[in-house]
Structures are given as C-alpha cells and as structure tokens.
C-alpha cells in the first residue's frame, strides 16, 4: 500500500501567500475596470446627401438605384476627402479621417448616409457635415465641367446651322425652289440644337451644379459606442 502523501506543507505555503494572490487578483481586476472607465467615449453623428433623379450631363445613363451605390462609393475617395480635411482642419489627414467616416447606401430612397466618429458630440457632427458638403463641392466641379463642354460642343453646331441657313436663305431669294426643304431641314436643326442648350441650361439651374440636398446633422446628444 502507498504511502498518503503529506500536503501538510503545501497547504501552509498557499495559506502563507494567500493575501499575496488575493490581493494580486483584486488589482489586476481594480486595473481592468479602472480602463474601462478612463477610455473616452466615442460619438457618432450622421448626415444624409438626397440624390435627385435628374442625370447628370455627359453621364452614361444609369438605373437610380445603381447611381445612389456609385456616387455612395465617391464620398470616401480622395477628392472629395482632400475638400473635406481642409474644412475639418487640426491637421487631420484624409486617411486619418476615412478610417472615422462610414458611408451606407439607402438606394430604395436615394439617399447617402455619411457616419462620422469622434470623442465628442460637436466634432463628430463637424465631421459628418464637412464630407457632405465635400461631396457637394465635388461632384459640382465634375458637373460643372462635364456641362460647359457640351454647351462649347453645341454653341459650336448652333454656329454652323446659322451659317448654313443663311446660304440656304441666300438662296432661296434667288428663286431655286429646291432650297425649301433643305432650308425647313437646317431650321428644324437649328431649334433642336437651341432646345438642348435650354434643356442643359435648366438642368444645370436645378440639378447640374451638383447641389444635390443634404440634411445637416445635429449634435448627438449621447455615446454611441462608450469605449469604442
């Protein structure tokens, strides 16, 4: 038969340095939530960029659901982040900010949410309105531009219908009746080319500038995610 074994000893150790582990135990928990309570919280805050159903000119026709996810996929790119840093300011850089701003896509209402993060109510709130509004600025550069380069494309047609139907008229007064119809043809072409400008130019009044509408975002009034 084996011998019991004598933890006589062993258990004296343990009772000698018990207060040692407890204690050891009770600081690493004191620790823990010490830093829980000390991390500060971290605020959300969101503003929303309406999209309108008008296409933009010089944009290859695409159904409204697809646009909201492409132009959703444009808030975060540089150009538009590059407009955003210079308003956010306190050297912040556009990839610092990208990793605090959450782009989601709503295309059933056509709309953009633009979420931004930061350890208080009123940054966050800064932050999410400055990239809609870079948004904004951005996409009214491209419009501006693409618009300006079709209206040169068609003041340009406009001129040489003009010409043409001052030949034609030039003609047609010396008698040649064959002049009629080529004359009513270069007219009919001369007031589409006149319609297309007005069509550009109202679209450019209402949506072509880029202005498309955004709700501002008010100050959250608490922590989304304490901690975070």
Known sequence: MDPVPNRGPRRRSLRRYWPLIAGATLSAAALGYAATVMVAPTYQATASILLSDAEVVGESLVGPERRVVQEAGRVTSR???SRAVDVVGGGTTVDQLRRTVAVRADPSAGEIVVTADAGDPGSAADVANSVAAAYREATAAVAADRIAAATKVLDAEIVEARQEIDVLEAVSADGDPATGPLLDAALTRLASLEMRVT??????????????????????????????
């Not at 202005?211 to 995610?225: N, Q, S």
């Open 199 to 228: 069509d550009i130019e109202v679209d450019a009044a209402l949506f072509g500038d880029g202005d498309p509408a955004r709700r501002r975002c008010r100050d959250p009034t608490g922590a989304a995610a304490p901690g975070a």
């Open 79 to 81: 150009e538009v982040l």
